[in-house]
């Protein structure tokens, strides 16, 4: 990652020279004070060009004529701008449409097989969106997006939100939905009153239960692995896998989260998902369970920290995997055209993502055993707040636990052990042929 080449631009076109006024979010049409203002200075331009000119001594048809005419001109810019529509690229811009956590991304990775579920995570994750606006929170809007969630739970809607979830997991897929409908019912009572910070705390709740709801509903995979990557190993689904990792010395850098207190040790837990990266998220797992990160020594970067393959070790190269947004497969070998709005779904700027570092001089190829953890800050996005790597890495995981022990990492640190905490049940390990013929 140390070698990442920053040639990707940002996706959102530099900001319209049209000052969005504050009282209309997402707007770029002025509000009637400004416009005002513009004729205004026009027009007394206008009328003391006229005084001047329309003396005896300097009267001119000419001159008189150019006073006209901007006169005119005042009016029609006046007339375009009160008459412009909505900047609806604004809308539409990546930081509309690309996830901002490593929940969000997550959560939206997850195959849609129950839409009545997927209708309720839209309807709350307008809720959130709305709740970013600066100005005055419109809870009307809120209102209605909880309501149409809360509309699946009457007696002939509710059983809808069973199907697709196994025989065997109805009993969890019971409780989960009935957790859901309460939290639902806080969010309405928290937008009805306008507490905004409740609405934030509840809503992201009643998502985390639409997500392990979902995740009943997508026991695998629903897309095929292209017949040339069938030989590789493959995640059909979500794992975690756990890192213990020590500084260099063995200094007590790390907070206990359970007893408090300084430790020497700390615990970095990474959520594979092989929904958007089943080829990547495979490997991962595959190496973790084959003890390959055991002792491994860590390098820190400007933005990274990479476990590097010892010299010691030959493991082949993996094809560059994106899944787009929209698509119903990930791509393979093909970068992301970023700029072309190509956005991926587990996305490079966010904190604590996790990808395979790039072969030597490839593009196409990812190394199938070293990989890093990714530092991300706004100091490093462009305008449309994205990495300029955005879209070149095969992003198959976050850190979803240990975040703080990433950012306390050093040159040097060691990971003393690694396991998979769960989902390996999820990993499938083709069983290679052999090409040989039998004897006769």
Do not use: W
């Amino acid at each position: 990652m140390q070698g990442m080449q920053h040639q990707r631009g940002c996706a959102q076109s530099p900001k319209s020279p049209t000052a969005t006024h504050p009282a209309r979010p997402g707007r770029r049409t002025p509000c009637r004070p400004c416009i005002s203002s513009v004729l205004s200075l026009q027009c007394k331009a206008s009328h003391q060009q006229h005084q001047e000119s329309s003396s005896p001594q300097s009267y001119s048809p000419v001159v008189a004529l150019e006073s006209f005419g901007k006169g005119v001109a005042a009016f029609a810019l006046a007339a375009s701008l009160l008459l412009a529509p909505p900047a609806d690229a604004v809308l539409s811009a990546p930081n509309a449409r690309i996830a901002r956590t490593a929940d969000a991304a997550l959560r939206r990775s997850i195959p849609a097989n129950n839409e009545e579920v997927r209708d309720i995570q839209r309807n709350l994750e307008d809720t959130t969106y709305l709740l970013r606006i600066p100005q005055r929170k419109p809870f009307g809007s809120m209102a209605k997006d909880v309501s149409a969630a809360l509309s699946h739970f009457t007696p002939e809607e509710r059983p809808k939100l069973l199907d697709g979830v196994p025989e065997q997991d109805k009993p969890e897929a019971e409780e989960l939905i009935s957790s859901l409908y309460s939290t639902l019912k806080q969010v309405e009572l928290a937008v009805s009153t306008q507490q905004s910070d409740f609405v934030g705390v509840r809503a992201n709740a009643a998502l985390q239960l639409t997500a392990r709801l979902e995740l009943l509903q997508s026991p695998g995979l629903p897309f095929v692995i292209p017949k040339e990557y069938t030989n590789l190993p493959r995640l059909a689904g979500r794992s975690v896998v756990e890192f213990q990792v020590e500084q260099k010395d063995g200094a007590l850098a790390f907070v206990d989260p359970i007893k408090g207190g300084l430790t020497s040790t700390g615990i970095i837990q990474i959520t594979a998902d092989g929904y958007a990266a089943p080829i990547s998220a495979g490997n991962f797992v595959a190496n973790v369970l084959d003890g390959s990160y055991n002792g491994r020594v860590l390098e820190e970067g400007p933005v990274t920290i990479t476990v590097p393959t010892p010299p010691t070790i030959q493991h082949p190269p993996i094809p560059l995997e994106v899944f787009p947004i929209g698509e119903y497969a990930p791509l393979y070998r093909l970068p992301l055209d970023i700029q072309g709005g190509e956005l991926p779904v587990l996305p490079l700027s966010i904190p604590g993502s996790v990808s395979f570092a790039h072969i030597p001089e490839n593009d196409s190829y990812l190394s199938g055993d070293s990989f890093f953890m990714y530092r991300f800050s706004k100091q490093q996005a462009g305008l449309g707040g994205m990495a300029f790597d955005e879209g070149t890495f095969g992003v198959f995981g976050y850190i979803t636990k240990g975040l703080d022990v990433m950012y306390s990492l050093r040159d040097g640190a060691v990971i003393t052990n690694a396991k998979v905490l769960s989902g390996a049940d999820k990993l499938v390990r083709p069983v290679v042929q052999s090409s040989s013929l039998p004897p006769s």
